[in-house]
């Protein structure tokens, strides 16, 4: 699939600020941090497309971009970050737990994991929740650039262990830096929204 045109549509804290179902979309989530807005930048090749930060907890309203005016790709507000009060937390899981249940035209998830760290409890949780809903899911472990061939060798096995990844299911090696990963993730997306 050939990107030809990325916007940002709007954001949103709640289904009322949703834009309406009418094209199919695919959304992004994970911890703060682990780079769901660089990868949504790199994948449609616009740099300041989706704002990042090396601050976690930069995206704190559901996102979302229009691509090639056929897909939206939704950009969640990262969980397990520790330093906001517990009701603004509370509030993060409530919102994108909404989003995920209810929004009918959500095609499919990556799940992003940092690729040098086992899981966490909240990374389980969300895979086997969205197991738990049937949410087509795709793994994606980010700033694979950051190790060897040989520790991602490694790495790969305790990210497939600690979540008890489904055999169904990919686990994609993705950078933001070189955009290794960027094709894979691009086939899973057509898959998803084109069919
Ligand atoms: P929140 O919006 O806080 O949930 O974070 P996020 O998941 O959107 O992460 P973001 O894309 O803002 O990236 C966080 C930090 O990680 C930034 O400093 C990025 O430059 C860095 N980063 C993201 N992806 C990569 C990557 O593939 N390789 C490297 N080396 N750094 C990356
Ligand atoms: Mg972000």
């Known amino acids: 699939m050939k990107i030809v045109t990325a916007e940002f549509v709007t954001s949103a804290v709640n289904p009322g600020g949703y834009p309406p179902e009418d094209l199919p979309e695919v959304a992004f989530v994970g911890r703060s941090n682990v780079g769901k807005s660089s990868l949504i930048n790199k994948l449609v090749n616009r740099r300041g497309l989706a704002k990042t930060s090396s601050t976690p907890g930069r995206t704190q309203l559901i996102n979302f971009f229009k691509v090639n005016n056929r897909f939206l790709l939704v950009d969640l507000p990262g969980y397990g970050f520790a330093k906001v009060p517990e009701t603004v937390r509370a509030k993060w899981g409530q919102m994108i737990e909404g989003y995920l249940k209810n929004r009918e035209s959500l095609k499919g998830v990556f799940q992003l994991v940092d690729c040098r760290h086992t899981p966490t409890v909240q990374d389980r949780q969300m895979y086997e929740w969205l197991l738990h809903y049937q949410v087509p899911t795709v793994v994606v472990a980010t700033k694979v650039d950051k190790l060897s061939n040989n520790q991602w060798a490694k790495q790969q096995a305790v990210i497939k262990k600690t ?33």
Do not use: M
């Open 163 to 195: 979540l008890s990844l489904a055999p169904e299911h990919l686990l994609i090696a993705f950078s933001a830096e070189t955009g290794r990963g960027r094709d894979e993730l691009l086939q899973v997306i057509s898959h998803w929204v084109l069919t």
